[in-house]
């Protein structure tokens, strides 16, 4: 999604712009669906990709001993890399792009390679507090990056880098309580207690959703609920949670795309996880939020990602283990939340000071400055 916000940004500025989106096999059908919910013209390609397995929590003597299930597997993306190599410096022969345009990830490193062999400039995007491994070594070369969180947290050359945030769609903005109304009503949602949204992200995320599931008699009392499972467990909550599908207190989706941004708006408390991306969401819309960081990723960013806004007491914080022994926290959290009025406006405030509502035109700008028409 922060692609897809800086690609309007860039069909605004220059609406004549030839542009591609590549993605990995994991995520294509996820990213065509993104691109094409905002514009149909874009076209998206598959490429070949891997990724180095590491295990923080994991000594690496350990990880070396487990042939079948980390080692072997990071040969073969190893021999993947190289294809997507390979199969980028073919595409970019034929396309020749002005400007390669790479979020971070491990599908970005065979793109960027490619790019530097063909002398083509790469611009580079860095949502993490905890800068990842594909973007450490891209920033070798790169011609610019942005990042979003402040520039102490990367190790990023001073005279290329600009703290932008992180690039979000314009639907993501304040809301008036009028206008949350109104789309609590277009959602089916009762207007007669808060709404309590909880989503662990595009994947899921168990812990979260089972606690919900331990909580949800008595948040049902308190708040209406819709939770986003992710598709993982779908099926299994839909059943856990069928004696309530009569009555409209409650909602469950695998998945929410282009209608998310309207979801979150009309929350009046959000649990989610820590990711970069959802944390600045949350900021332009100034919501109540309690977060559970993944504490399992690799250099723990979300832990890293979260820990500012805890400093600044802008959201109320659950450690993951202790989710999973007591669920209980997570009713508690919300609680405090939704019968403290004080508590809720002061974390709305102090949340919306973390906010960077123009990072997708200033990431547009910077790429834009490598086109053919920048250079004129």
């Known amino acids: 999604m922060p692609i897809v916000a800086v690609l309007l940004e860039v069909r605004l500025t220059s609406p004549d712009a030839e542009i591609q989106v590549w993605s990995d ?11 094409s919910s905002v514009n149909p013209d874009i076209i998206v390609k598959q490429i070949v990709s891997g990724k180095l397995r590491r295990y923080y929590d994991v000594p ?6 487990r042939f079948r299930t980390i080692v072997l597997p990071n040969m073969l993306d190893l021999f993947k890399v190289a294809i997507g190599i390979l199969q980028s410096i073919f595409r970019l022969i034929i396309w020749r792009p002005d400007v390669v345009f790479c979020k971070g990830g491990f599908v970005s490193l065979p793109v960027g390679i490619a790019s530097r062999v063909l002398r083509i400039p790469v611009v ?3 949502s993490d507090a905890h800068p990842g491994l594909a973007n450490k070594i891209l920033a070798n070369w790169a011609s610019k990056i942005g990042t979003g969180a402040s520039i102490e947290h990367y190790p990023y050359p001073k005279d290329k880098t600009r703290y932008v945030g992180i690039p979000i769609s314009r639907e993501y903005r304040l809301y008036t309580d009028n206008e949350r109304k109104e789309i609590k009503v277009k959602l089916g949602i009762p207007t007669n207690k808060p709404l309590v949204v ?5 994947l899921g995320a168990k812990p979260i959703n089972d606690a919900s599931v331990a909580i949800i008699e008595d948040l049902l009392k308190i708040a209406n609920v819709i939770l986003i499972s992710g598709n993982y467990q779908y099926s299994e909550l839909k059943n856990k949670l069928a004696r ?9 989706y695998a998945f929410l795309g282009e209608t998310m941004p309207a979801t979150l708006s009309a929350a009046d408390v959000v649990v989610s996880r820590a990711g970069a991306t959802t944390l600045l969401e949350l900021s332009t819309l100034g919501k109540p939020t309690v977060l559970v960081p993944n504490p399992n990723l690799p250099g723990g960013h979300q832990t890293k990602n979260a820990q500012s806004f805890i400093d600044s007491s802008a959201v109320v914080s659950i450690d993951e283990y202790e989710l999973e022994e007591d669920a209980t926290l997570l009713f508690e959290a919300i609680q405090s939340i939704i019968t403290d009025a004080n508590l809720s406006k002061s974390l709305s405030k102090k949340i919306q000071h973390f906010a960077k509502p123009d990072a997708a035109k200033q990431m547009a700008s910077m790429i834009m400055a490598f086109s ?5």
């Not at 909880?198 to 595009?202: A, D, E, H, K, P």
């Open 25 to 35: 096999a994991k995520f294509f059908d996820r990213t065509r669906e993104s691109v």
């Open 60 to 65: 690496l003597w350990k990880q070396l001993l």
């Open 244 to 252: 309530y599908s009569h009555t409209k207190k409650i909602k469950l």
């Open 372 to 376: 053919k028409k920048g250079k004129k």
């Open 198 to 202: 909880i989503t662990g992200g595009g």
């Open 124 to 126: 580079l995007h860095d």
